[in-house]
């Protein structure tokens, strides 16, 4: 309620009494009169006041400190006086708060829905990339094994001649090599990307080590008339720390693909630089070299994708396109770079740089050559494995070494043969991880178990197609002696048998 005095005039000009105005204000009908609704929901203040004849501001109703500057006035003329009524919201930032939220709130779930989106054509991008690898590895797995079915029939024909059988056979050797390989490459990949990919360094013969890289090379550049030209320049250390498989796995595939495309009577340049670095460091630059057809500019960005070859006439089919994938995924695991420098049909150029420590001579040196396997003949071993053709191949080869061989088709089997046996009966036992009835690890944990004199001691190494990093540790923990993976390789079972025996 608001009251103001009014005077009026008479006929003469006289001014008189008359009488009070009276307002009653309805504050949310002035409020909707103003067009201010949107207030209502935010809360808000107001000021009703007017301007006396003495020019003074006489406040009539509510906040009487309310900041005009930032209100909302509305004029309410009454008889004689003009009143204004102004409003403003409690809180003015309400509304740019509100905005922001909102914005904020639309950009979220734009970046929400983009993000789904991106996880969407991320995944669609890797299972296109699945079937990509899986369609190129099918491809490259295929040549090979044509050629091992193929020439296998053409083995078994009947009246061929002894020469010819051979050469079929030594061709079936060369293909399941190449299967093989390409096997051992995919699976590196696999590790690689996942990041299961592991340096294991151990004091290695710097010179064995360059010469175990030269000499295989050195019989491929023969059948193709190509020079190898090979030198070691620099500080020679005797010995360093590295992981010997993965380094040679770097300039192998390197002075292959150097082979490769280089043509008949060619030539190959592999050059090594050491240089001692203080305390014990050794800085390691190889350059591998050939006059071969080179690699396209076009095709360079692409060097190291898996799979990715370049298609020049007369190369067509030359391998799986893994191996420099490989060579970067090594190098960049090892801290070292490569660099590539090449011109079309004026060879190639690679430049490694490596860093290794200098270590002692290793107290115990690998199998040097024949005549150490003279102790291991006449040593009984217990093969724990339930395919037959498996069986077959591992006890010949080992016959064919002068050990003794007994049989288990299962880890069941395998454990009480042992539990059975004397004590020093058997040196030594090889055990496959898969088998029925009872599994290698299974069998191990029992076999390590028994009170048997020799169950704690005796070396068991695991003989498996599970070639993957996590399945040696895991061998390992189980109480095996060490793993050794199929295809067979006899020398490496000779070598661990020699170790540990």
Known sequence: MARNPIFLKDASGHEYFWGFSAIVLDL???????????????????????????????VIEGNPNLDLSQAVSIDIRVPNHVWTLAIRPWNPWANLAKAIGVFLLGFLLSLLIWLRYSMIRQREAALASRDMFFSDISHDMRTPLNAIIGFSMLAQKPGLPGPSKDGYIRKIEASAALLLDLINDTLTISRA?????????EPVSARKLALSIIDPIRVMAQEKHITVNFAVTGYRPDF?????????????????????????DGNIWLTIHFEKQPPDRVAVTAKVRDDGIGIGPEFLEH?????????????????????LAIVKQIVDLLGGTIQVESK??????????????????????????????????????LICEDNLLNQEIIAELLKDQGLVVDLAENGKIGVEKFAASAAGEYQAILMDLRMPVMDGYEAVTAIRRLKHPD???IPIFALTADAFEGDAQKCMDTGMNGCLTKPVDMK???????QTL
Do not use: W
């Open 28 to 58: 949310p009908q002035a409020i909707e009169g103003a067009a201010l609704n949107h207030l209502k929901s935010d809360g808000y203040d107001y000021q009703l006041y007017c301007i006396n004849e003495n020019n003074e501001r006489l």
């Open 193 to 201: 990307n996942l990041g299961k990919l592991q340096i294991h360094e």
């Open 240 to 264: 360093i720390m590295a992981d010997q498989l993965n380094v040679q796995k770097i300039f192998l595939n390197l002075l292959n693909n150097a082979v490769k495309y280089t043509p008949e």
């Open 303 to 323: 060097l190291y994708e898996p799979f990715a070859q370049e298609r020049r006439k007369g190369y067509e089919g030359m391998g799986s396109g893994l191996g």
């Open 344 to 381: 079309p049909d004026h060879g190639t150029t690679f430049t490694v740089n490596l860093f290794f420590c200098e270590a002692e001579r290793p107290a115990k040196d690998r199998l040097s050559g024949p005549e150490d396997l003279s102790r291991l003949v006449g040593c009984k071993v």
């Open 455 to 457: 169950a704690a001691v």
């Open 492 to 498: 490496k079972i000779m070598e661990a048998l020699y």
